[in-house]
């Protein structure tokens, strides 16, 4: 899952099909956004 950093779209793209390109505005600036993940933290 990406994002887009010009409009702020997801775009969901797998990077081994070639250039990523936001589909909306043709960014090619993308993140990559994470999955979310749970952090643990001890609380002191
Ligand atoms: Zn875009």
Redesign the pocket.
């Known amino acids: 899952m990406y994002k887009?950093t010009?409009?702020g779209?997801a775009i969901e793209l797998d990077p081994e099909f070639g250039a990523i390109r936001?589909p909306?505005?043709g960014?090619r600036l993308l993140f990559k956004e994470r999955p979310p993940v749970v952090k643990k933290v001890k609380a002191i």
Do not use: F, G, N, V
């Open positions: 887009c010009k409009c779209r936001c909306y505005c960014c």
